[in-house]
């Protein structure tokens, strides 16, 4: 397992809400915001996908996935990655700050750490981004955020066995003038945004775009300290500014350069938490009155808190095209940021435990391509790739888990300096080949090197642990699908396709070092229906899966270390199916469109402790007995786990949202919105104990927004959560974190 991850969970990370209610719209050049379905419009356009390296019209190719333009993420209130699960099937996001479980089908983050490697990428603007942290980066300019569901083992490579995400964000354009937008909003919690970009043509072959993002908003949640008087030691205010320059240079014909540049500095103020037993207004399995009931945004703390994120990226892209039409890729990426987190651990007034931390992570990613034209009836691809990162755990010990704040007493503390160095290489490639002018196959593979290294010293409350261990994974994924374009309307396709996570190292908590873990293995088959109908003013997508898994990796907690825990696989088969529907309607000026989901997740069987039950006394009516993850045997204390659900894989998800465009006169509009969306319980352990707050509930989030255009500018009242549900967004350690509550307000968009 790898050291780096355990911070994460270490921290007990909350949820943080970054602005969900502004999120922008991104105007395409010559002034048309796009926010609204021209009455004009009869047809649905190609929606374009470029995660296998080209563009291709995602109704006819062999890929499960959504795509949202930015002027969708505007209209259904997503800002960040948290509000997908509201806006697309199969997803969903348990956000615990500076890291969450994202996942899609059921994989991704199964536990709420990131000793668990993630199942799910996200790449922006074409290169993966940091696995562990500095996930509320807010989603602003963005030309379109693309999720493919299932395995991309081939192209995409590990730790994308649940699927992929691809952030694009808007291009200079050249000749394209000067053009751009401002956006400014104010909203409840004193909630004042704004974010815009230019695009500057410097020359007939140089351009550049410079966008930018701003947020403050005041806290959620109502805090009490000691004697209940009003604790000042740290809301979830938020303060964020992002910015990003982005350069394109054509100097002669067939060959392109592109570099971006993103910095940020995100203070999301503290991720607040609650005691998951003070959340229930009865008693679980009850209709007792919980006396201890206390809302999700009303809690007790006597500890300081605060979470900031800063992050600089930078990405190069060339692209050249031969004379024959072969194209050749190049994507560098250099990317670092520091995380700092304070936190009360039992999140209580009347108790004492803290943490601290302050990471640095740098990561270095290299993509060379070679990919043959579009227009023949023989395609090929070939690609290498190499991604190094480098997490530090800073020094002096700034990595501290403290049981007795103020004291420095090393009796009560858990101390972590050193470095987790890891680095992956792969060379993959895919063939392509008509049999008909409608019949075509496809098939890839891709070998893989991974490994993950610990340098680290331990002190683990007055013992020392020096940690040096490597592990290493070797692999070859490979998809082979066969696609069917039954008519001009009507696609058919299937395939098979591997994936993987690498094995890894184990946290070291505990007496000497935990046994590493095996990479985890999923064979997936799918197969889809795609068609249009009403001459292109319908397009429905029906899909279905069945994915095995191999050593599946769970997470299984330590009895005295609530905040870490141990890695191991599922020895037998886990097996996770489902299928999923969505589609588009536009007529006119009325536009519906909503997916669904239904999934089925079964653990293979294993066997393990539920560390919150009290150990076993050892005398004859209470035994200690051995649990061997594998042979059990079944008791008391060791619990058959064979057959229960994945965490956080809810068997139902939905969404829906429906528009009409009134044309008002000659130059105006008015655009009435509401989009739901419906994420069913979930499952936050494989114990599935009710009563320690295991199960979270169904997740209904209403969003609504009435937009008026006039000319270049746009006004939007806007509310996100309008019932204003409070929910449990995730749990960890005895803890809930709140997803957000109701927000609304008004923002004013101006395009030139």
Not at 210 to 222: I, K, L, T
Request: aromatic content about 12%; overall charge neutral.
């Amino acid at each position: 397992m790898k050291v780096y991850a355990f911070w994460l969970s270490a921290s007990a990370l909350a949820f943080a809400c970054c602005g969900t209610a502004a999120a922008q719209t991104t105007p395409p050049a010559g002034g048309d915001s796009g926010t609204d379905q021209s009455a004009s419009d009869t047809t649905t356009p190609d929606i374009i996908v470029t995660a296998q390296r080209r563009a291709e019209n995602l109704m006819t190719t062999a890929v499960s996935g959504s795509v949202l333009s930015g002027n969708d993420l505007s209209n259904k209130g997503v800002a960040n990655v948290d509000a997908l699960q509201f806006a697309m099937p199969s997803v969903t996001v348990n956000n615990f700050g500076q890291g969450n479980d994202f996942n899609v089908r059921g994989i991704g983050k199964a536990e709420h750490n990131t000793q668990t490697t993630t199942g799910v990428i996200t790449y922006r603007d074409g290169v993966p981004t940091f696995p562990g942290y500095v996930q509320g980066e807010p989603y602003y300019d963005v030309a379109n955020v693309q999720v493919l569901r299932g395995p991309q083992g081939t192209i995409v490579g590990q730790n994308a066995t649940g699927g992929a995400v691809f952030v694009n964000t808007n291009d200079p354009i050249i000749g394209g003038g000067v053009h751009g937008y401002f956006n400014a909003n104010y909203g409840n919690y004193n909630d004042l945004g704004f974010q815009g970009s230019v695009n500057l043509p410097i020359s007939d072959t140089f351009a550049a775009r410079v966008a930018y993002f701003g947020e403050r908003r005041d806290g959620f949640y109502n805090i009490t300290g000691p004697g209940g008087f009003p604790f000042h030691g740290g809301n979830n205010d938020l303060h964020e500014f992002a910015g990003r320059v982005s350069l394109l240079w054509k100097p002669i014909d067939g060959l392109s350069i592109l570099s971006k540049t993103d910095v940020g500095s995100l203070n999301y103020g503290a991720y607040p938490a609650s005691p998951q037993g003070n959340f229930p207004k009865f008693l679980p399995g009850t209709n007792t009155p919980n006396p201890n009931y206390r809302d999700l945004f009303d809690i007790t703390q006597n500890s300081p808190a605060a979470a900031k994120d800063k992050f600089v990226r930078s990405i190069l892209k060339i692209d050249y095209q031969f004379a024959g039409g072969i194209k050749f890729r190049s994507v560098t990426s250099y990317q670092k940021a520091n995380t700092m987190y304070l936190a009360d651990l039992d999140a209580t007034s009347a108790n004492v435990s803290t943490f601290f931390d302050s990471v640095d992570e740098r990561q270095i990613t290299q993509e060379f391509n070679l990919i043959s034209p579009d227009n023949q009836r023989f395609t090929w691809l070939l690609g290498a790739f190499g991604v190094w990162n480098d997490y530090t755990f800073k020094s002096p010990y700034q990595f501290v888990i403290d049981l007795l704040p103020g004291a420095n007493n090393p009796l009560a503390q858990y101390e972590l300096q050193g470095t987790n160095p890891t680095r992956s290489l792969a060379v993959f490639g895919q063939l392509g080949f008509n049999i008909t002018p409608n019949l075509k196959i496809d098939a890839g593979g891709r070998y893989t090197s991974s490994q993950t290294t610990n340098h680290v010293d331990v002190k683990q409350y007055g013992a020392y642990i020096r940690d040096d261990q490597v592990a290493k994974t070797d692999n070859f994924s490979y998809k082979v699908s066969l696609g069917w374009k039954a008519s001009e309307s009507q696609y058919l396709y299937a395939f098979i396709a591997t994936g993987f996570r690498p094995g890894g190292l184990n946290v070291p908590v505990g007496l000497g070092l935990p046994d590493p873990f095996k990479p985890e293995r999923i064979t997936s088959y799918e197969a889809g229906w795609k068609g249009n109908f009403a001459g292109g003013k319908i397009r429905t997508t029906v899909t279905g899966f069945y994915n095995d898994y191999k050593d599946f990796q769970v997470i299984i907690g330590y009895p005295t270390f609530p905040t870490f825990g141990i890695e191991l696989n599922v020895p037998q088969k886990t097996k996770i199916y489902g299928g999923e529907a969505e589609a588009e309607v536009h007529f006119g000026g009325f536009s519906i469109d909503g997916g669904i989901s239904v999934l089925h997740s079964e653990l293979g069987q294993f066997y393990a402790v539920d560390t919150r039950n009290p150990p076993p006394t050892n005398n004859p009516a209470d035994p200690v007995l051995p649990c061997a993850p594998a042979t059990g045997p079944a008791s008391r204390h060791c619990i058959s786990l064979g057959g229960r659900q994945q965490t956080y894989a809810p068997n139902f998800t939905f969404n829906v949202g429906a528009q009409y465009t009134f044309n008002v006169g000659a130059s105006d509009k008015i655009t009435p919105r509401a989009n739901f969306g419906h994420v069913g319980a979930q499952w936050a352990t494989l114990f599935e104990d009710t009563t320690r707050g295991d199960r979270l509930d169904d997740r209904n989030i209403l969003n609504a927004q009435l937009a008026w255009q006039h000319g270049s500018y746009t006004i939007t009242g806007y509310a996100t959560n309008l019932t204003d549900q409070h929910y449990a967004g995730a749990l960890n350690s005895g803890l809930y974190f709140a997803g957000p509550p109701r927000q609304y307000g008004v923002k004013v968009m101006k395009i030139f």
